[in-house]
């Protein structure tokens, strides 16, 4: 594990961003596996000023997103996949056939899930995965308690989830209870992870997942046993991590 802790939460999405702008220009056909939320903003708004110089070049990666409401459709802006064209595909030149979220609206949320899983599969895994965490530790939408042996799968979301999404999304419809998540044991077969936090509100969540034991109660918990995690926090992310971690 390599934990980087910088001052605050825009300089934690510039150093993620030039993480994965140095991968992609290493691997132009990265395939890449995104997450939403607010800890992804700064990131995402750094990613589109380096295309935007000209060092990033899109056009041959690939994206499948972690997760996705239940009976939310595209054009929702409740919806993760409006998220992610407000705050990245639409600025930067991704092929839209290269794009994957799950489908929230499909009758057969199970199919979906297979589905999904096996368009992760035919595309040779995920090669570099970004991730957030909840301050509950979850990672996707992959709530405590739920396994650490998931693939793509239909999650009951945790009313706190809910409550604090509700807030920080500001929708004044409400957020459903279910979703498609990405699973833990998906997640831990990407070959590089990079997770990403700012804020005190994560301390105690990142203290759990980084430093106490795997467990299904803190599912961030088993991203220890990961080959290749790198982690980047802003201070009042890190303030509850007992080891010293230069920046
Ligand atoms: C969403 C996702 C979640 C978020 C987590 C943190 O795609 O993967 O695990 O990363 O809920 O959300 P924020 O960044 O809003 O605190």
């Known amino acids: 594990m ?16 030039r993480a994965v702008a140095a ?11 995104l997450a939403t939320g607010t800890t992804m903003v700064p990131f995402y708004e750094d990613l589109v ?7 990033l070049d899109f056009s041959q990666v690939t994206t499948f997103n972690l997760d996705e ?12 996949h409006s998220f992610m064209r407000e705050h990245l595909f639409r600025w930067v030149n991704l092929d839209a056939t290269r794009i994957h979220l799950p489908d929230g609206m499909v009758e057969d ?16 895994g995920i090669d570099l995965q970004v991730l957030g965490i909840g301050v509950n530790g979850h990672i996707g ?22 409550t604090r999404n509700q807030r920080v999304t500001g929708a004044t419809e409400p957020l459903p209870h279910t979703a498609i998540s990405v699973g833990v044991k ?20 990142l203290s759990q ?21 790198r982690v980047i926090l802003d201070q009042d992310a890190a303030a509850k991590l007992q080891k010293t971690f230069l920046s």
Not at 141 to 162: K, Q
Not at 187 to 202: C, P, V
């Open 23 to 33: 991968f992609i220009l290493r691997h132009p056909r990265t395939v890449l596996g």
């Open 209 to 229: 997942a980084l430093e106490g034991p795997i467990t299904d109660e803190v599912p961030a918990s088993v991203l220890q046993l990961h080959p290749d995690l």
């Open 109 to 124: 949320a199970g199919s979906e899930c297979e589905r999904y899983e096996a368009v992760i599969d035919g595309a040779g």
């Open 69 to 80: 409401y239940c009976g939310v459709g595209a054009d929702d802006p409740r919806s993760y």
């Open 141 to 162: 939408f992959n709530e405590p308690h739920t396994g650490l042996g998931t693939i793509t799968h239909v999650t009951n979301l945790d009313p706190g989830t809910v």
């Open 49 to 55: 000023r380096l295309y935007r110089e000209g060092l």
């Open 186 to 205: 998906t997640i831990m077969r990407a070959r590089h992870l990079l997770l990403l936090a700012f804020g005190r509100d994560k301390a105690e969540a």
């Open 2 to 17: 390599n934990v980087k802790v910088v001052p605050e939460a825009k300089a934690v999405g510039r150093e993620a961003a």
